[in-house]
């Protein structure tokens, strides 16, 4: 299977449509999250309505960013927000999802794409990074992986339930507080990120100019300019638009 891999889109609908509608060789896209907050200008009516519109389809997976994140929470109880969160926002967000737990049934933490004969590949926001999973062990590929897979459900289960959870938190350059705790599923900064021996990993959410790689595992969140390919083959290949 081939898949498209779409960085935060950040309310930019045309660039996302637009790489939407290229998948005509494609199998799956998969929306790595921050749906909502552009700085300049307000858009969350329109993007709860592309939502919406586009949540059912059977060829894309939804990922969830912290901007995403912070809508979901605030509604929930944990009222962990972030830049780009107003409370005019919100009251948008709740009057098109005004039960979030139903959205967070649609909405994932993370997509794996096995590819034989390759490592697994994991799609998330912000990536997992190695500090992560301190005190670990496993001793084969399935055995990481059913130990990301275990955090990564507590976590979604955390945001459920309107609880903290450790692989959602803000840590690192991302915090305000607490510099020395570790960001999260949807916090981490690429530039604490450490690879998890085992898997490659496509992620989002710190932004730049150009597509980042450290030791085969990528960011390319590029502000709506970059995309990535993941073909038959296990390539991953950087595409501009």
């Not at 803000?170 to 998890?196: L, M, N, Q, Y």
Request: hydrophobic fraction near 40%.
């Amino acid at each position: 299977m081939k898949h498209f891999i779409i960085p935060d889109i950040h309310e930019n609908i045309s660039w996302a449509n637009s790489v939407l509608s290229l998948m005509k060789d494609v199998d799956r896209a998969v929306m790595i999250g921050d749906y909502f907050h552009q700085f300049e200008q307000d858009r969350t009516d329109e993007v709860c309505v592309w939502l919406k519109n586009n949540m059912d389809r059977k060829d894309v997976d939804f990922l969830i960013g912290n901007h995403d994140q912070a809508h979901i929470d605030y509604q929930l109880g944990s009222r962990r927000i972030c830049s780009g969160w107003t409370f005019s926002k919100q009251v948008v967000f709740n009057a098109y999802f005004f039960d979030a737990r139903k959205l967070l049934q649609r909405l994932s933490l993370e997509r794996w794409i096995d590819i034989p004969n390759c490592a697994p590949i994991l799609v998330t926001h912000a990536g997992v990074s190695a500090d992560l999973l301190q005190g670990e062990e496993w001793n084969s590929p399935e055995e990481l992986r059913a130990v990301i897979s275990e955090y990564l459900q507590g976590a979604h289960s955390a945001m459920d339930a309107g609880r903290e959870h450790p692989w959602l938190a803000a840590g690192g350059r991302r915090s305000r507080i607490r510099t020395d705790e570790i960001g999260g599923v949807t916090w981490g900064d690429w530039r604490d990120f450490k690879p998890v021996d085992g898997i490659v990993q496509i992620c989002g959410h710190t932004a730049d100019n150009i597509p980042r790689e450290n030791n085969g595992n990528w960011c390319i969140d590029c502000g709506q300019t970059m995309f990535a390919v993941v073909h038959e083959d296990g390539e991953i290949e950087i595409r501009g638009l």
